[in-house]
């Protein structure tokens, strides 16, 4: 009596406001949110949920009470995908939490760590140019969704498990698409995590599919644990994730002994945190780029001036390149790759301002609205990187009109990984190719349509034609 909720739609019986939910949740919690506030109620089949729609309403919810809201709901899925909630993503707030993601930033995702690294990403990113070279001399269109969906997928495989594994080496399906059918059955809502009545009937056959797909899993990280253990380590060899984890394997990190399923849920978090995420942000970025063609000729100019026309761009390179920053900064605001970031739970009753939040609600921060709140961004659906001239917002979370990355105790841990990636990527393809759109597309015409899912890519690949503009006579 006389605890207040946070305005929302009174909702169906059962289902709530689940019906409310399309295709596009972000737009349609956005649509809400115009109607009922920044801070707004609703019931998700029997799940009481707070969507957060503005810059102020996510500080007070993740900096403010971040310590009540940094814990996250079960799932259904949480047996199979995070070995029984022994990974860092899914994991509720807590001791065995906060021991995880103490190893993982300081042993895995450490500047060191990251650095450690850097040879084999540039050697991945040197194939792709070759292979766009290539392309570029026959005059061809490139899928560049498609490769840099590949690329990503080397990188990430090379630094997490320490090689490359093609399509043949994971089931008779392929490595592929048996990770993509996992990250499909995450993303696709399972009725029995919003009506738990109805769990156990699993009426989808969401649950019957995940099974089968974790022994696939389970069976192949077994495979690398073993080949792991057994393989001679040269002290001069770059440790992978898998040899940094087996470092800890059956010893007591404060209370938790490492057992093999902490290891695999751990390298699922990896796997799953750096394969999309970096590919899907180069993809949009490349995206607006193509769009703006005054933009990418404002990016080369700097990096013809910063790097030169006779060098490829280096990692080094980076912190001098402001206006690419400006670029991929304004990019991830308007096509964050997490639109909904992940979503959190709280641990006790709480007061919110004027509102009361009851305990284990869910909390949805809606990124997408926030990056394009016309209150906090002027002309905010327009694609313009100069609006960070001279500003101190960056992305890392402390600014709240800016949280690609989240903030607080959940933000993203990969943050630096990603953000090298994603940097050095666009760079490399805009400083060594010319790019047009194919059948003498106008810039103007690029649809720009998203997919929402667990990272938010493109409904259609981006393809386009490069034209080499580097004056590097050999190697390049
Ligand atoms: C473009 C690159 C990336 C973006 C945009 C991104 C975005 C995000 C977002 C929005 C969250 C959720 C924050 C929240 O719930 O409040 C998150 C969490 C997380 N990310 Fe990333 N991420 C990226 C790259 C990476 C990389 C490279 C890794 C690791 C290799 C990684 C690992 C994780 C993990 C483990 C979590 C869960 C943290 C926790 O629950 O404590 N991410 N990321």
Not at 39 to 68: N, Y
Not at 318 to 339: G, N, Q
Not at 365 to 392: C, H, L, Q, T, Y
Request: aromatic share 8%; hydrophobic share 40%.
């Amino acid at each position: 009596k006389g605890k207040k909720l946070p305005p929302g739609p009174r909702g169906l019986p059962i289902l709530g406001s689940l019906h409310k939910l399309g295709a596009n949740p972000h737009r349609n919690l956005h649509q809400l949110a115009l109607k009922y506030g920044p801070v707004m109620f609703l019931r998700l089949g029997f799940m009481p949920t707070v969507v957060v729609s503005s810059p102020q309403a996510a500080e007070l919810f993740l900096k403010t009470h971040d310590l009540v809201f940094a814990s996250r709901p079960r799932y259904q899925a949480e047996k199979y995908v995070s070995w029984g909630q022994r990974n860092l993503a899914f994991a509720e707030y807590g001791s065995y939490w906060r021991n995880m993601r103490k190893l993982c930033t300081l042993e895995l995702l450490s500047q060191t760590k990251i650095n450690s690294f850097r040879s084999m990403r540039e050697e991945e990113l040197d194939l792709l140019i070759k292979l766009l070279r290539e392309a570029a001399n026959a005059g061809a269109t490139v899928d560049l969704s498609a490769k840099l969906s590949t690329l990503s997928a080397d990188m990430s495989c090379r630094m997490v498990l320490g090689k490359k594994y093609m399509d043949q080496d994971l089931d008779e399906k392929g490595f592929k698409a048996v990770m993509q059918e996992a990250m499909r059955l995450l993303a696709t809502p399972n009725m029995g995590d919003y009506i738990p009545y109805i769990a156990a009937l699993d009426l989808q056959g969401i649950t019957k599919r995940l099974k089968a797909n974790h022994k696939i899993f389970d069976h192949f990280f077994d495979k690398i644990i073993d080949e792991h253990m057994e393989s001679d380590k040269g002290e001069d060899k770059t440790k992978d994730f898998v040899d940094v984890m087996l470092g800890f394997y059956g010893t007591q990190e404060s209370e938790y002994r490492i057992e093999r399923s902490n290891i695999k849920a751990i390298l699922t978090d990896m796997l799953a945190g750096s394969m999309d995420t970096s590919a899907t942000a180069i993809e949009w970025t490349l995206s607006e780029l193509l769009k703006n063609p005054r933009v990418m000729k404002k990016l080369q100019m700097e990096l013809e001036s910063v790097v030169g026309m006779e060098k490829k761009v280096e990692e080094s390179d980076l912190e001098k390149l402001e206006y690419l920053d400006m670029v991929i900064k304004e990019s991830l605001r308007l096509h964050p790759v997490a639109p909904l970031l992940i979503p959190h739970q709280s641990t006790e009753d709480c007061m919110v301002g004027d509102f009361f939040i009851p305990k284990k609600s869910r909390l949805i921060v809606n990124a997408w609205a926030i990056m394009r709140d016309p209150d906090a961004w002027i002309e905010a659906e327009k694609f313009w990187p100069e609006r960070f001239e001279g500003s101190n917002i960056d992305v890392r979370g402390r600014e709240f009109e800016l949280i690609p990355f989240g903030s607080g105790r959940r933000g993203c841990p990969g943050i630096q990984l990603g953000l090298t990636v994603i940097r050095h990527t666009v760079a490399q393809l805009v400083h060594c190719f010319d790019w047009k759109l194919p059948n003498d597309m106008m810039p103007d015409e690029l649809d720009m349509a998203d997919e929402f899912g667990l990272t938010m890519p493109r409904a259609n690949h981006l393809l386009a034609i490069p034209t080499y503009r580097l004056s590097i006579q050999r190697g390049y």
